[in-house]
């Protein structure tokens, strides 16, 4: 394929200056500093797209998709109710739940945190829980035996926390207790814990613990009643569409709310966030833009002979722009193109060797997490190349305004 002549000039002037061989020192700082904004903006985009990946992935593996609770503050009959939520369109999973504040303590030690009670029949198709349980099973909290315990499965932190492992019996104090002449006293059960879960979320880890959905009932004086449903449903995305299927198919008094609405504070700090660092680092991509600009005016003040030639052998204007326009957009490519494959390259040993540990109980999550984004990748490329041809503009109409015979005449 045959090339314009404008490519071949502009080529010519990057790589040789003065009869030398070798690319100038100036054009390579201007490479450099494309190669280093494209390869920053790669890796941070990625990082906060992978960390609001995994925020999501592991907030919805243990909590549910919709939450549904009613005005009179418990639901009556959960099952039925469950069975109808079950039928609208979206929904693949619903399960009755049971949630309240806690004091929990073994013989070593007291937290506070989280109690949940759950259907062991129907929570697996809602949250992660079952596949969380490293150690014991879910099937501590099915039915007591007469002369036994009712079982618990406590978050690893928690249980670290407390001291206790798989077959010790903690307390677990609820508010709203018994009132006696001497004052209100809390609920106590007696349970011992039959699992212990890891979801990943420091958070959850570190306060939640699980019991059956009747222990639940009997502890608040809630029997046959619950809390709310959590529901999962097929496209996390339309969470909000199915929720608004519920309410109208339910009525009053019942709510739903997604799990967008629930964290929505979380992930609008994380897409703030995400796009103020992309304004930040486009600027450092439009500082080597402004090394484009210099280098361009240098070639343009040492060429200003060469371009009088050119002029008086029949180049138009035009092409002299465009001769200093391919010089910029040349090294604008060659840097987005080291750039992103550099950025794509730390990425992927980021994402693979996870070698930069985070503190879980400050990030959520353990390792630093990464997702390369197409979509991200085009969108800093296209940026980075568009940012280095607008700033070929100025020197390529300053180059094609020389006049031929004044430039000859003072060489």
Same mark, same amino acid.
């Given at each position: 394929?045959?090339?314009?002549?404008?490519?071949?000039?502009?080529?010519?002037?990057?790589?040789?200056?003065?009869?030398?061989?070798?690319?100038?020192?100036?054009?390579?700082? !201007?490479?450099?500093?494309?190669?280093?904004? *494209?390869?920053?903006?790669?890796?941070?985009?990625?990082?906060?797209?992978? $960390?609001?990946?995994?925020?999501?992935?592991?907030?919805?593996?243990?909590?549910?998709?919709?939450?549904?609770?009613?005005?009179?503050?418990? #639901?009556? /009959?959960?099952?039925?109710?469950?069975?109808?939520?079950?039928?609208? +369109?979206?929904?693949?999973?619903?399960? +009755?739940?049971?949630?309240?504040?806690?004091?929990?303590?073994?013989?070593?030690?007291?937290?506070?945190?989280?109690?949940?009670?759950?259907?062991?029949?129907?929570?697996?198709?809602?949250?992660?829980?079952?596949?969380?349980?490293?150690?014991?099973?879910? @099937?501590?909290?099915?039915?007591?035996?007469?002369?036994?315990?009712?079982?618990?499965?406590?978050?690893?932190?928690?249980?670290?926390?407390?001291?206790?492992? *798989?077959?010790?019996?903690? %307390?677990?104090?609820?508010?709203?207790?018994?009132?006696? +002449?001497?004052?209100?006293?809390?609920?106590?059960?007696?349970?011992?814990?039959?699992?212990?879960?890891?979801?990943?979320?420091? %958070?959850?880890?570190?306060? $939640?613990?699980?019991?059956?959905?009747? %222990?639940?009932?009997?502890?608040?004086?809630?029997?046959?009643?619950?809390?709310?449903?959590?529901?999962?449903?097929? /496209?996390?995305?339309?969470?909000?569409?199915? &929720?608004?299927?519920?309410?109208?198919?339910?009525?009053?008094?019942?709510?739903?709310?997604?799990?967008?609405? !629930?964290?929505?504070?979380?992930?609008?700090?994380?897409?703030? %966030?995400?796009?103020?660092? $992309?304004?930040?680092?486009?600027?450092?991509?439009?500082?080597?833009? $402004?090394?484009?600009? !210099?280098?361009?005016?240098?070639?343009?003040?040492?060429?200003?002979?060469? #371009?009088?030639?050119?002029?008086?052998?029949? &180049?138009?204007?035009?092409?002299?722009?465009?001769?200093?326009?391919?010089?910029?957009?040349?090294?604008?490519?060659?840097?987005?193109?080291?750039?992103?494959?550099?950025?794509?390259?730390?990425? /992927?040993?980021?994402?693979?060797?996870?070698?930069?540990?985070?503190?879980?109980?400050?990030?959520?999550? !353990?390792?630093?997490?990464?997702?390369?984004?197409?979509?991200?990748?085009?969108?800093?490329?296209?940026?980075?190349?568009?940012?280095?041809?607008?700033?070929?503009?100025?020197?390529?109409?300053?180059?094609?305004?020389?006049?031929?015979? @004044?430039?000859?005449?003072?060489?």
């Amino acid at each position: 394929m045959k090339l314009p002549v404008e490519y071949y000039i502009a080529l010519k002037y990057l790589l040789a200056k003065r009869k030398q061989t070798f690319i100038s020192i100036i054009t390579i700082i !201007s490479v450099a500093g494309v190669t280093v904004g *494209v390869t920053a903006l790669i890796i941070v985009l990625s990082v906060m797209s992978g $960390f609001e990946k995994e925020l999501k992935d592991r907030i919805l593996g243990a909590t549910a998709h919709v939450h549904v609770t009613s005005l009179d503050g418990s #639901i009556a /009959d959960p099952f039925p109710l469950a069975g109808r939520i079950r039928e609208v +369109p979206g929904v693949s999973g619903a399960s +009755p739940y049971v949630f309240t504040q806690m004091m929990i303590s073994s013989g070593a030690a007291s937290s506070g945190g989280v109690l949940r009670g759950v259907d062991i029949g129907t929570v697996g198709d809602v949250t992660r829980l079952p596949r969380d349980i490293r150690l014991g099973s879910i @099937e501590a909290l099915g039915p007591k035996k007469p002369a036994g315990m009712p079982g618990a499965i406590l978050g690893r932190e928690l249980a670290g926390n407390l001291g206790v492992t *798989v077959g010790d019996v903690v %307390e677990i104090l609820v508010p709203g207790g018994n009132v006696t +002449p001497l004052g209100t006293f809390p609920r106590v059960l007696r349970a011992r814990v039959g699992g212990i879960f890891e979801s990943g979320m420091y %958070e959850y880890d570190a306060t $939640f613990a699980y019991i059956s959905l009747e %222990e639940a009932g009997r502890l608040l004086g809630m029997e046959g009643r619950s809390t709310g449903i959590e529901v999962k449903v097929s /496209d996390i995305y339309a969470a909000g569409e199915t &929720a608004a299927r519920i309410r109208s198919g339910l009525g009053y008094p019942y709510l739903a709310k997604d799990w967008m609405q !629930s964290n929505r504070n979380l992930f609008s700090a994380l897409k703030l %966030e995400k796009t103020v660092m $992309f304004i930040i680092l486009v600027l450092i991509v439009m500082v080597a833009a $402004f090394n484009i600009i !210099s280098t361009l005016i240098m070639v343009v003040m040492e060429k200003t002979r060469d #371009i009088a030639v050119l002029m008086t052998m029949g &180049a138009t204007r035009r092409t002299i722009r465009r001769v200093f326009a391919l010089e910029g957009l040349l090294i604008g490519v060659a840097g987005t193109a080291l750039g992103t494959l550099l950025g794509v390259a730390l990425c /992927d040993l980021l994402r693979r060797y996870q070698f930069i540990r985070l503190p879980s109980d400050v990030y959520y999550i !353990s390792t630093l997490p990464v997702l390369l984004d197409p979509a991200n990748i085009l969108l800093v490329s296209g940026s980075s190349v568009l940012i280095c041809f607008l700033a070929t503009l100025y020197p390529a109409v300053q180059a094609a305004r020389i006049e031929p015979a @004044e430039a000859i005449r003072y060489e």
